[in-house]
């Protein structure tokens, strides 16, 4: 659905091009184009400046039921000006407001399997076309290969960066059963599924992202304190402002 559009602009002394990274049905048209040169894009100049990016800056933050991913991410939008978007959350809102896929919703996250992606995404993609927000975290997606896949196809792109938040089984148990928000899948039945979900088909997902060089893993243990420490360094090296 994004597409990336190419002006060539003569504006300046020398002719330069510019890329615009846009959502299928935005594509503008010529003088559009030049229109939002002198708005949005009167950035290009500042380059790695995120604030001034057209494409937000995307990232993925995974890791298993329970690692911290909730957590780390609230943490980090907070301290950096990320948008956080949780996929499992959108879900939830999805079954609250009685939406039309909210019945099976419901019924496959009692089972800890995995939403059809296109659901997912649409999700995702509605947040994102909605903020003015340059920096995305998206918390807990692709849960699979088959999402990613999805991602890539609809949204257009992939991630800027991956966030792997590396917890042992017993350690993320531990605290799923005493998260206490009244979840209908932390329960020790639900719980053993998504663990088993996720070294089957969230595993592969962060394979993918590694062998693209686009992972930071982070022991996901100690306080939340000490684990952002570590999270910390990754976000503070983007130069984001
Ligand atoms: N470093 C930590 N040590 C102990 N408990 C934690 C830590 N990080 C998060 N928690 C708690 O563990 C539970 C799961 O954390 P959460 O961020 O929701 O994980 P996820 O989104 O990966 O499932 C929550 O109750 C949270 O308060
Ligand atoms: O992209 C996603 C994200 C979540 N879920 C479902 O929603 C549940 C809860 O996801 P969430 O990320 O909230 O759980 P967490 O890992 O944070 O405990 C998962 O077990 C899945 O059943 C899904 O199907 N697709
Ligand atoms: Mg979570």
Redesign the pocket.
Known sequence: MWRTCLLNYRGFKNSINIHFHRPHHQVPTRLKFIELFMTESAMLVKEGDSSNRVRPLLTFVL?????G??TQCAKIAETFGFLHL????L??KEILSGGENGSLILD??K?????PSEI?VNLILREIELTENRKVLI?????TDE?RIAFERIVGVGPDLVIFFDCPEEEMVKR?LSRNQGRI?DNIETIKK?LE?FDKLNLPVINYYSSKGKVHKIKAVGTTEEIFEKVNPIFASLSLN
């Open positions: 890791g298993g039921p329970g690692s991913k909730g949780s996929a499992g959350e879900l939830r496959i996250i089972e800890g399997k995995i939403v997912t918390d807990g997606f692709p849960r999402n799923l899948d998504r979900i």
